[in-house]
Protein backbone atom coordinates (compact mmCIF):
# COMPACT_ATOMS: atom_id res chain seq x y z
CA UNK A 1 0.00 0.00 0.00
CA UNK A 2 1.58 3.29 -1.01
CA UNK A 3 0.45 6.58 0.72
CA UNK A 4 1.43 10.43 0.77
CA UNK A 5 3.91 10.67 3.48
CA UNK A 6 5.88 13.68 5.44
CA UNK A 7 2.64 15.64 7.40
CA UNK A 8 0.94 14.69 3.90
CA UNK A 9 -0.33 11.29 5.05
CA UNK A 10 -3.08 13.09 6.16
CA UNK A 11 -4.50 13.16 2.35
CA UNK A 12 -4.70 9.13 2.57
CA UNK A 13 -6.67 9.10 5.50
CA UNK A 14 -9.01 12.07 4.44
CA UNK A 15 -10.27 10.14 1.49
CA UNK A 16 -10.42 6.80 4.25
CA UNK A 17 -12.10 8.41 7.16
CA UNK A 18 -15.37 10.41 5.34
CA UNK A 19 -18.29 9.68 7.15
CA UNK A 20 -22.14 9.25 5.52
CA UNK A 21 -23.02 12.36 7.80
CA UNK A 22 -20.06 14.28 5.60
CA UNK A 23 -21.84 13.16 2.41
CA UNK A 24 -18.35 14.08 1.66
CA UNK A 25 -16.96 13.64 -2.02
CA UNK A 26 -13.57 15.42 -1.16
CA UNK A 27 -12.06 17.20 -4.03
CA UNK A 28 -7.86 17.63 -3.52
CA UNK A 29 -5.52 19.61 -5.19
CA UNK A 30 -2.55 19.89 -5.45
CA UNK A 31 -0.39 23.19 -4.26
CA UNK A 32 2.81 24.92 -5.49
CA UNK A 33 4.78 25.84 -2.27
CA UNK A 34 7.03 28.02 -4.91
CA UNK A 35 4.47 29.67 -6.66
CA UNK A 36 1.51 30.72 -4.07
CA UNK A 37 -2.10 30.34 -4.74
CA UNK A 38 -1.42 28.03 -8.14
CA UNK A 39 -2.68 24.31 -8.53
CA UNK A 40 -1.77 21.50 -10.67
CA UNK A 41 -4.32 21.68 -13.43
CA UNK A 42 -5.04 19.72 -16.17
CA UNK A 43 -5.32 20.91 -20.17
CA UNK A 44 -7.81 19.97 -22.50
CA UNK A 45 -4.92 17.92 -24.33
CA UNK A 46 -4.05 16.27 -20.60
CA UNK A 47 -0.64 18.78 -19.96
CA UNK A 48 -0.07 19.78 -16.61
CA UNK A 49 0.42 23.61 -16.02
CA UNK A 50 -0.12 25.32 -12.86
CA UNK A 51 -2.88 27.93 -12.60
CA UNK A 52 -4.83 29.78 -10.10
CA UNK A 53 -5.99 27.17 -7.09
CA UNK A 54 -10.26 26.79 -8.14
CA UNK A 55 -10.66 23.41 -6.52
CA UNK A 56 -12.58 22.65 -9.83
CA UNK A 57 -12.74 19.35 -12.52
CA UNK A 58 -9.14 20.51 -14.29
CA UNK A 59 -7.53 20.40 -10.50
CA UNK A 60 -9.61 17.77 -9.44
CA UNK A 61 -7.57 14.80 -8.33
CA UNK A 62 -8.42 11.54 -6.09
CA UNK A 63 -5.49 9.23 -4.95
CA UNK A 64 -6.10 5.81 -4.97
CA UNK A 65 -3.91 4.92 -1.56
CA UNK A 66 -3.79 0.94 -2.50
CA UNK A 67 -2.37 1.48 -6.06
CA UNK A 68 -0.39 5.17 -5.78
CA UNK A 69 -1.60 6.51 -8.58
CA UNK A 70 -3.50 10.32 -8.97
CA UNK A 71 -6.35 10.09 -10.94
CA UNK A 72 -7.60 13.09 -12.84
CA UNK A 73 -11.52 12.09 -13.81
CA UNK A 74 -11.09 8.77 -15.41
CA UNK A 75 -7.50 9.37 -16.14
CA UNK A 76 -3.95 8.80 -14.50
CA UNK A 77 -0.69 11.29 -13.94
CA UNK A 78 1.83 10.44 -15.32
CA UNK A 79 5.62 10.76 -15.47
CA UNK A 80 6.09 9.50 -18.71
CA UNK A 81 9.63 11.29 -20.61
CA UNK A 82 11.87 13.03 -18.29
CA UNK A 83 11.56 16.72 -19.68
CA UNK A 84 8.38 16.92 -21.03
CA UNK A 85 4.90 18.17 -19.44
CA UNK A 86 3.40 15.42 -16.96
CA UNK A 87 0.32 14.24 -18.87
CA UNK A 88 -3.34 13.00 -17.61
CA UNK A 89 -3.72 9.95 -19.35
CA UNK A 90 -5.24 6.34 -19.40
CA UNK A 91 -4.61 4.48 -16.02
CA UNK A 92 -1.77 1.68 -16.31
CA UNK A 93 0.45 -0.25 -14.13
CA UNK A 94 3.50 1.50 -15.10
CA UNK A 95 5.66 3.44 -12.30
CA UNK A 96 5.32 6.42 -14.36
CA UNK A 97 1.92 6.45 -12.83
CA UNK A 98 3.01 5.47 -9.26
CA UNK A 99 3.40 8.73 -7.03
CA UNK A 100 4.00 9.85 -3.30
CA UNK A 101 5.06 13.12 -1.46
CA UNK A 102 8.46 12.69 -0.04
CA UNK A 103 9.81 14.24 3.20
CA UNK A 104 11.57 17.03 1.22
CA UNK A 105 7.64 18.00 -0.35
CA UNK A 106 8.53 16.63 -3.65
CA UNK A 107 6.11 15.05 -5.99
CA UNK A 108 7.98 11.48 -7.12
CA UNK A 109 6.77 8.87 -9.03
CA UNK A 110 8.02 5.51 -9.11
CA UNK A 111 10.14 5.47 -12.04
CA UNK A 112 12.52 8.40 -10.37
CA UNK A 113 10.99 11.65 -11.63
CA UNK A 114 9.73 14.63 -9.85
CA UNK A 115 6.90 17.44 -10.92
CA UNK A 116 8.85 20.29 -11.89
CA UNK A 117 7.58 24.20 -12.36
CA UNK A 118 9.63 24.67 -15.98
CA UNK A 119 12.16 27.31 -15.26
CA UNK A 120 11.08 28.27 -12.00
CA UNK A 121 8.68 30.57 -13.81
CA UNK A 122 5.50 30.96 -11.67
CA UNK A 123 3.02 32.83 -14.21
CA UNK A 124 -0.34 30.57 -14.68
CA UNK A 125 0.10 28.22 -17.63
CA UNK A 126 3.78 27.24 -17.03
CA UNK A 127 4.05 23.73 -17.45
CA UNK A 128 4.91 21.38 -15.20
CA UNK A 129 7.34 18.51 -16.09
CA UNK A 130 9.03 15.37 -15.49
CA UNK A 131 12.28 15.87 -13.79
CA UNK A 132 15.37 14.61 -11.87
CA UNK A 133 14.23 14.84 -8.18
CA UNK A 134 16.53 17.61 -6.94
CA UNK A 135 13.86 19.13 -4.12
CA UNK A 136 14.33 22.69 -5.70
CA UNK A 137 11.78 25.04 -4.56
CA UNK A 138 10.18 24.58 -7.69
CA UNK A 139 9.50 20.99 -6.95
CA UNK A 140 7.44 21.88 -3.59
CA UNK A 141 4.34 21.10 -3.58
CA UNK A 142 1.23 20.39 -0.91
CA UNK A 143 -2.24 19.08 -0.99
CA UNK A 144 -5.53 20.54 -0.25
CA UNK A 145 -8.90 19.68 -0.78
CA UNK A 146 -12.33 20.70 -0.95
CA UNK A 147 -15.35 19.01 0.82
CA UNK A 148 -18.66 18.83 -0.83
CA UNK A 149 -21.25 19.53 2.40
CA UNK A 150 -24.38 17.50 3.82
CA UNK A 151 -27.39 19.55 1.63
CA UNK A 152 -29.72 21.21 3.78
CA UNK A 153 -27.21 23.11 5.97
CA UNK A 154 -28.35 25.98 6.63
CA UNK A 155 -31.10 26.57 9.53
CA UNK A 156 -33.73 28.44 9.24
CA UNK A 157 -32.10 31.98 8.70
CA UNK A 158 -35.43 33.68 10.78
CA UNK A 159 -33.40 31.62 13.84
CA UNK A 160 -30.25 33.22 13.84
CA UNK A 161 -29.33 36.51 15.14
CA UNK A 162 -27.51 38.86 12.71
CA UNK A 163 -23.61 39.05 12.68
CA UNK A 164 -21.70 42.29 13.69
CA UNK A 165 -18.61 43.04 13.08
CA UNK A 166 -16.42 45.51 11.66
CA UNK A 167 -17.42 46.71 7.57
CA UNK A 168 -14.69 45.74 4.66
CA UNK A 169 -13.33 45.62 1.54
CA UNK A 170 -11.93 41.79 0.86
CA UNK A 171 -10.60 40.24 -1.95
CA UNK A 172 -11.84 36.93 -3.70
CA UNK A 173 -8.32 36.76 -5.34
CA UNK A 174 -6.55 36.26 -1.79
CA UNK A 175 -7.75 34.65 1.09
CA UNK A 176 -8.71 36.00 4.18
CA UNK A 177 -6.98 39.36 3.00
CA UNK A 178 -8.84 43.19 3.11
CA UNK A 179 -7.92 46.25 2.01
CA UNK A 180 -6.03 48.89 4.34
CA UNK A 181 -4.96 52.38 4.95
CA UNK A 182 -1.07 52.64 5.18
CA UNK A 183 0.60 55.05 7.79
CA UNK A 184 1.13 57.21 4.40
CA UNK A 185 -2.86 57.27 3.46
CA UNK A 186 -2.24 55.28 0.54
CA UNK A 187 -4.21 51.86 0.41
CA UNK A 188 -2.96 47.75 0.35
CA UNK A 189 -3.60 44.38 0.78
CA UNK A 190 -3.52 42.91 4.39
CA UNK A 191 -4.65 40.32 6.74
CA UNK A 192 -7.75 41.19 8.07
CA UNK A 193 -7.76 42.12 11.35
CA UNK A 194 -10.70 43.96 12.66
CA UNK A 195 -8.61 47.23 12.77
CA UNK A 196 -9.67 51.06 12.09
CA UNK A 197 -7.27 51.15 8.93
CA UNK A 198 -9.57 48.62 7.52
CA UNK A 199 -12.89 49.86 8.37
CA UNK A 200 -14.72 51.09 4.93
CA UNK A 201 -18.14 51.56 4.22
CA UNK A 202 -20.24 53.50 1.29
CA UNK A 203 -21.25 56.79 3.00
CA UNK A 204 -24.93 56.18 2.33
CA UNK A 205 -26.60 53.65 0.03
CA UNK A 206 -24.77 50.88 -2.11
CA UNK A 207 -22.23 52.93 -4.62
CA UNK A 208 -20.73 56.86 -4.27
CA UNK A 209 -18.13 57.79 -1.85
CA UNK A 210 -16.54 55.12 0.19
CA UNK A 211 -15.40 56.23 3.44
CA UNK A 212 -13.11 55.69 6.61
CA UNK A 213 -13.55 58.05 9.20
CA UNK A 214 -13.89 61.29 7.71
CA UNK A 215 -11.99 60.66 4.37
CA UNK A 216 -13.09 58.85 1.06
CA UNK A 217 -10.93 56.70 -0.55
CA UNK A 218 -10.19 57.85 -4.42
CA UNK A 219 -8.28 57.46 -7.58
CA UNK A 220 -5.36 59.49 -8.46
CA UNK A 221 -3.01 58.57 -11.62
CA UNK A 222 -3.29 55.16 -13.41
CA UNK A 223 -0.27 52.86 -11.85
CA UNK A 224 -0.42 54.64 -8.72
CA UNK A 225 -1.58 53.55 -5.14
CA UNK A 226 -5.82 54.51 -4.42
CA UNK A 227 -5.29 56.30 -1.24
CA UNK A 228 -7.65 58.52 1.67
CA UNK A 229 -7.96 62.11 1.79
CA UNK A 230 -10.41 64.93 2.13
CA UNK A 231 -14.03 63.92 0.57
CA UNK A 232 -15.12 65.73 -2.23
CA UNK A 233 -17.75 65.79 -5.01
CA UNK A 234 -15.42 64.34 -7.69
CA UNK A 235 -15.66 60.99 -9.76
CA UNK A 236 -12.20 59.89 -8.57
CA UNK A 237 -14.00 59.45 -5.23
CA UNK A 238 -17.73 58.07 -6.73
CA UNK A 239 -17.29 54.26 -6.43
CA UNK A 240 -19.25 51.09 -7.25
CA UNK A 241 -18.67 47.53 -6.68
CA UNK A 242 -20.38 45.70 -9.91
CA UNK A 243 -21.66 42.69 -10.97
CA UNK A 244 -18.24 41.48 -12.22
CA UNK A 245 -16.79 41.57 -8.39
CA UNK A 246 -14.57 45.09 -9.60
CA UNK A 247 -14.56 48.38 -7.58
CA UNK A 248 -14.56 50.61 -9.76
CA UNK A 249 -14.93 54.67 -10.19
CA UNK A 250 -16.22 56.96 -12.31
CA UNK A 251 -13.11 57.85 -13.65
CA UNK A 252 -13.85 54.57 -15.27
CA UNK A 253 -10.65 52.71 -13.21
CA UNK A 254 -10.69 49.99 -11.09
CA UNK A 255 -8.65 48.84 -7.76
CA UNK A 256 -6.20 46.33 -9.20
CA UNK A 257 -3.27 44.28 -6.86
CA UNK A 258 -0.60 45.44 -8.15
CA UNK A 259 1.36 42.74 -10.40
CA UNK A 260 -1.07 39.81 -9.06
CA UNK A 261 0.98 39.83 -6.22
CA UNK A 262 -0.43 37.93 -2.98
CA UNK A 263 1.77 38.91 -0.19
CA UNK A 264 0.55 41.82 2.60
CA UNK A 265 1.69 45.44 1.96
CA UNK A 266 0.92 44.87 -1.74
CA UNK A 267 -0.41 48.49 -3.02
CA UNK A 268 -3.62 48.30 -4.88
CA UNK A 269 -3.44 50.61 -8.12
CA UNK A 270 -6.04 52.27 -10.49
CA UNK A 271 -6.10 50.83 -13.46
CA UNK A 272 -8.13 49.70 -16.45
CA UNK A 273 -10.95 47.49 -15.57
CA UNK A 274 -9.86 44.01 -16.86
CA UNK A 275 -12.27 42.24 -14.96
CA UNK A 276 -9.73 40.21 -13.86
CA UNK A 277 -9.01 38.18 -10.55
CA UNK A 278 -6.69 40.61 -8.91
CA UNK A 279 -9.38 43.29 -9.36
CA UNK A 280 -12.25 41.19 -7.58
CA UNK A 281 -13.05 42.86 -4.65
CA UNK A 282 -16.76 42.34 -1.94
CA UNK A 283 -17.95 44.11 0.87
CA UNK A 284 -17.70 41.92 4.41
CA UNK A 285 -17.38 42.08 7.94
CA UNK A 286 -14.56 40.96 9.68
CA UNK A 287 -16.26 39.34 12.95
CA UNK A 288 -14.72 38.23 16.04
CA UNK A 289 -14.02 34.63 16.33
CA UNK A 290 -16.53 32.82 18.23
CA UNK A 291 -19.09 35.71 18.23
CA UNK A 292 -21.79 34.40 15.75
CA UNK A 293 -23.32 30.47 15.11
CA UNK A 294 -24.78 29.79 11.43
CA UNK A 295 -26.90 26.76 12.91
CA UNK A 296 -26.37 23.32 14.27
CA UNK A 297 -26.14 21.82 11.36
CA UNK A 298 -22.96 22.98 9.81
CA UNK A 299 -21.37 23.37 13.65
CA UNK A 300 -21.97 19.34 13.55
CA UNK A 301 -20.57 18.84 10.53
CA UNK A 302 -17.29 21.64 11.16
CA UNK A 303 -16.86 19.95 14.18
CA UNK A 304 -16.90 16.03 12.84
CA UNK A 305 -14.25 17.32 9.84
CA UNK A 306 -10.75 16.67 10.21
CA UNK A 307 -10.06 20.68 11.65
CA UNK A 308 -8.56 21.57 8.02
CA UNK A 309 -11.57 23.49 6.48
CA UNK A 310 -10.55 27.54 6.00
CA UNK A 311 -13.90 28.47 4.19
CA UNK A 312 -17.23 27.93 4.52
CA UNK A 313 -19.46 28.55 0.81
CA UNK A 314 -23.35 27.59 1.55
CA UNK A 315 -24.78 30.16 -0.89
CA UNK A 316 -24.12 30.89 -4.37
CA UNK A 317 -24.61 34.09 -4.33
CA UNK A 318 -23.82 36.59 -1.65
CA UNK A 319 -24.75 35.35 1.32
CA UNK A 320 -23.59 35.50 5.30
CA UNK A 321 -23.70 31.74 5.20
CA UNK A 322 -20.51 32.47 3.07
CA UNK A 323 -17.27 32.76 4.93
CA UNK A 324 -13.09 32.29 5.68
CA UNK A 325 -10.68 32.44 8.01
CA UNK A 326 -8.59 35.95 8.22
CA UNK A 327 -5.25 34.92 6.46
CA UNK A 328 -6.30 31.59 4.85
CA UNK A 329 -6.31 30.20 8.47
CA UNK A 330 -8.37 27.66 9.77
CA UNK A 331 -11.91 27.72 11.38
CA UNK A 332 -13.63 25.26 13.68
CA UNK A 333 -16.77 25.44 16.52
CA UNK A 334 -16.40 25.87 20.22
CA UNK A 335 -18.49 24.13 22.65
CA UNK A 336 -21.51 26.75 21.93
CA UNK A 337 -21.29 25.82 18.16
CA UNK A 338 -19.85 29.18 17.75
CA UNK A 339 -18.03 29.35 14.89
CA UNK A 340 -13.74 30.43 15.90
CA UNK A 341 -10.81 30.50 14.10
CA UNK A 342 -8.96 32.99 11.90
CA UNK A 343 -5.67 34.59 12.19
CA UNK A 344 -6.01 36.78 14.85
CA UNK A 345 -9.12 35.65 15.73
CA UNK A 346 -10.96 37.01 13.02
CA UNK A 347 -13.32 35.37 10.46
CA UNK A 348 -14.02 37.07 7.14
CA UNK A 349 -17.87 36.76 6.73
CA UNK A 350 -19.70 37.74 3.26
CA UNK A 351 -18.75 37.04 0.06
CA UNK A 352 -20.50 35.00 -3.21
CA UNK A 353 -19.84 31.59 -2.64
CA UNK A 354 -19.24 30.92 -6.43
CA UNK A 355 -16.13 32.79 -5.83
CA UNK A 356 -15.60 31.50 -2.15
CA UNK A 357 -15.40 28.10 -3.69
CA UNK A 358 -12.27 28.82 -4.99
CA UNK A 359 -10.39 29.23 -1.65
CA UNK A 360 -7.94 26.35 -0.66
CA UNK A 361 -9.78 24.21 1.95
CA UNK A 362 -13.43 24.60 1.70
CA UNK A 363 -16.35 22.72 2.65
CA UNK A 364 -18.90 23.78 0.09
CA UNK A 365 -23.02 23.11 -0.45
CA UNK A 366 -23.60 20.67 -3.77
CA UNK A 367 -23.90 22.56 -6.76
CA UNK A 368 -21.68 25.60 -5.69
CA UNK A 369 -18.76 25.62 -8.69
CA UNK A 370 -16.85 28.56 -9.85
CA UNK A 371 -18.16 28.00 -13.35
CA UNK A 372 -21.00 29.43 -12.71
CA UNK A 373 -19.80 32.77 -11.67
CA UNK A 374 -21.10 34.37 -14.74
CA UNK A 375 -24.44 33.72 -14.30
CA UNK A 376 -24.87 34.38 -11.13
CA UNK A 377 -25.93 37.72 -8.48
CA UNK A 378 -22.99 38.05 -6.76
CA UNK A 379 -23.56 41.50 -5.04
CA UNK A 380 -25.68 41.65 -2.00
CA UNK A 381 -29.30 42.39 -1.66
CA UNK A 382 -29.32 44.41 1.16
CA UNK A 383 -26.41 46.94 1.68
CA UNK A 384 -27.31 48.13 5.45
CA UNK A 385 -24.60 46.17 6.55
CA UNK A 386 -21.76 48.34 4.51
CA UNK A 387 -23.91 51.54 4.47
CA UNK A 388 -24.07 54.63 6.67
CA UNK A 389 -24.97 54.32 10.57
CA UNK A 390 -26.00 50.75 10.37
CA UNK A 391 -22.97 49.29 8.91
CA UNK A 392 -20.93 46.34 10.71
CA UNK A 393 -24.34 44.35 11.23
CA UNK A 394 -25.06 41.54 8.23
CA UNK A 395 -28.25 39.74 8.41
CA UNK A 396 -28.10 36.11 7.93
CA UNK A 397 -30.09 35.32 4.83
Known sequence: MKIFTAGLGFLAAAFMSVTPAQAATPQMSISSKFADGQCLEARADGSLIINKCNAQGAQLLRYDDATGRLHQGDQCLSAATRGQPLVAKACGEGDDQKWSF???????????????????????????????????????FFATNVKVAAPALQQAAASIPPITGQPVLATYYVQGRCLNVTGRSTVTIETCERKPAQDFRF???????????????????????????????????DWTLTAEGTLRNRVDVCGDIFAFLTRNGTDVIAWDCTATDNQKFYPAIAAESGSFSLGEALAKQLSGGDGKVTTVSMVGGYSAYNLT???????????????????GGTLVVGGAGVLTVRFANGLAAPGIKAEHAAATNI????????????AGTLPVK
Not at 103 to 122: H, V
Not at 127 to 135: E, H
Open 379 to 390: LPKDWSFFSGDT
Open 102 to 140: AEDATLRSDSGLCADILNFRKDAGTAVIAWDCTATDNQK
Open 203 to 237: RSGASGQIVQGDKCLASSIKGEALVVKACANVPEQ
Open 325 to 343: GAGGRTISVDAKGHITGGE
